[in-house]
């Protein structure tokens, strides 16, 4: 049972434009949302995160956004850069607990 | 402030041996997460642990298990290990295993069954 999902398994994106990618999950008790970036060789890098008491972050060029009656969150990037060219994750974890729940990725890829 | 750190990088093993893989959390950090990484399941939550015990769990066979220690390092050792267990194993700390805090992860180790 995947909890958290992200349906696009890519995006491409021209430099300089906005990058959204999407994410939806299941589970109502799902507290504290948050986003990483993976390179290749690398581990996760913490991006930005979201409480479910918000609907609204902003980091910089990075805004993620958060619909729970939809239970669906997004990561705009704005503009994207070729050095966005990642591995996208969302991810989701429930009040008290330190449990991740991921999603199985989006990779971006920004052109010039 | 140096980062989450795991040892070996990378690791060759036969079916049936057993492994320990290490992590050394972000100084201060007294939670840490174990994740497994395959192309087709993405991230799975292993197990965690905060101050020496194990708080939460995934859905993974008794032959994977972890301890703390004292000074927040944590072990994952593999019994008898199997084909499907080669994996990118990745440890994340945080400062207290609140779900309102980020963990930050270590490079991991790339293990490869043979």
């Known amino acids: 049972d995947q909890q958290v999902k992200q349906n696009s398994p890519s995006l491409s994106v021209q430099e300089g434009r906005i990058s959204i990618l999407n994410c939806d999950y299941t589970?109502?008790?799902?507290?504290?949302f948050l986003w990483y970036k993976k390179y290749p060789a690398e581990g996760p890098t913490f991006l930005i995160s979201i409480s479910s008491i918000k609907d609204k972050n902003e980091d910089g060029r990075f805004t993620v956004f958060l619909n729970k009656s939809a239970k669906h969150l997004s990561l705009h990037i704005v503009p994207s850069q070729p050095g966005d060219s990642a591995v996208y994750f969302c991810?989701?974890?429930?009040?008290?607990?330190?449990?991740?729940?991921f999603g199985t990725g989006t990779r971006l890829q920004v052109f010039p | 402030k140096a980062g989450v750190t795991q040892t070996p990088r990378y690791l060759i093993k036969t079916r049936g041996q057993q492994v320990t893989l290490s992590c050394s959390p972000i100084?201060?950090?007294?939670?840490v997460s174990w994740y497994q990484q395959t192309p087709g399941q993405g991230l799975q939550f292993l197990f965690e642990?905060?101050?020496?015990?194990?708080?939460n769990k995934g859905n993974f066979p008794g032959r994977f298990s972890g301890r703390q220690f004292s000074n927040s390092r944590s072990e994952m050792n593999v019994s008898t290990l199997e084909l499907g267990d080669s994996a990118l194993y990745l440890c994340a700390s945080s400062f207290s295993g609140l779900s309102n805090q980020p963990q930050h992860f270590g490079d991991g180790t790339r293990l490869s069954i043979l």
């Open positions: 589970n109502s008790m799902f507290d504290y």
């Open positions: 100084s201060g950090h007294r939670s």
């Open positions: 991810a989701a974890s429930a009040l008290d607990t330190d449990k991740l729940i």
């Open positions: 642990y905060f101050s020496e015990t194990q708080r």
